[in-house]
């Protein structure tokens, strides 16, 4: 019991002297922003108040939780300093929430707004920044926050489960567990919203509407058709959603306006659709898969045996 009550406190002091460094250099960081971004461009009204709260969110408060972490830290108080510092943590959730407009009007203001230009460019040449830009510190607390999940569960293994601080911590880890999947939730909403923007893109005019609320994203690729009268295969690239199977070929290359477009050729509800193997069961060369819809049923095949096992699975948890 001693010698793991030893080994508990020599990792759990590893963890804390991690967790104190990774902290002092995450505020060194957070505080060029502050100091030479949010401060600064209030003092001399570069941009409109409503502009700068955009771009920067609550940074500043994030800034001011971080440091008073890190004193708490310092002194040792693991467990007080954790369960304090999650008070605030929902100031994090907020600032994913506000990220993307954030980069946009980033964006719009370096392109219109000349004296923030180079207001920026100069700020950002200045030694302390070592050459990175204002975009590469913008998304620090995101990445800050899932090292604190780490950190606070390693703190949480090695201590003694009869320890008052071991509650304290246990809170902590809920509530960073709770915001960071929150956090999650969010980058893999924009993520999807992202992927399904780019495929109403690729396709040919506007009869295909893929930006629909509700639907995922989940994958693409080429695959063969098999006819069902003795034609030749047909490649054809798919796309896969929640609820739709898209089937598309490429527009012609010499088209004036398509030539880099698809054209869609079918769109197939899943609420209806059964999935088989045909073959490519054994560890032979490829696949076939059957699609079975009420009016239609579909052959895609593929040499490559991984593709169509990827393809088989994906298309069976859709349709589930």
Excluded at 246 to 263: D, N, V
């Amino acid at each position: 019991v001693e010698e793991q009550r030893a080994r508990w406190e020599r990792k759990r002091s590893r963890t804390a002297k991690e967790l104190l460094e990774t902290e002092h250099k995450y505020l060194e960081q957070l505080d060029l922003v502050v100091t030479f971004f949010v401060k600064i461009l209030k003092a001399k009204g570069t941009l409109k108040p409503a502009v700068l709260g955009t771009i920067f969110g609550p940074l500043e408060s994030i800034y001011s939780a971080s440091h008073v972490l890190s004193l708490h830290l310092e002194r040792g108080n693991l467990g007080p300093g954790l369960e304090n510092f999650c008070q605030n943590l929902e100031l994090y959730g907020h600032y994913a929430e506000n990220l993307e407009q954030a980069n946009k009007t980033l964006t719009e203001q370096l392109r219109k707004n000349k004296s923030f230009r180079r207001f920026k460019k100069l700020q950002e040449t200045r030694p302390q920044f070592q050459g990175r830009k204002l975009e590469d510190l913008l998304p620090l607390p995101l990445q800050r926050l899932h090292q604190y999940k780490h950190f606070v569960r390693d703190l949480l293994e090695n201590t003694s489960p009869d320890s008052a601080e071991y509650q304290k911590l246990a809170k902590a880890g809920k509530s960073v567990s709770e915001v960071s999947r929150w956090v999650q939730d969010i980058i893999q909403k924009r993520e999807n919203s992202l992927q399904l923007l780019r495929v109403q893109k690729l396709l040919k005019g506007q009869k295909t509407q893929v930006l629909t609320p509700g639907r995922w994203y989940i994958r693409e690729g080429w695959l063969l058709v098999v006819p069902s009268k003795g034609e030749e295969l047909k490649c054809r690239k798919f796309f896969l959603f929640s609820d739709i199977f898209i089937a598309t070929k490429p527009c012609h290359p010499l088209h004036p306006l398509h030539s880099k477009k698809l054209a869609c050729q079918a769109v197939y509800p899943l609420h209806q659709c059964v999935v088989d193997k045909v073959f490519g069961h054994t560890q032979s060369q490829g696949g076939l898969l059957s699609l079975s819809f009420p009016h239609k049923t579909l052959l895609l095949m593929s040499s490559d045996q991984q593709d169509i096992n990827d393809w088989y699975q994906s298309l069976r948890a859709a349709v589930r």
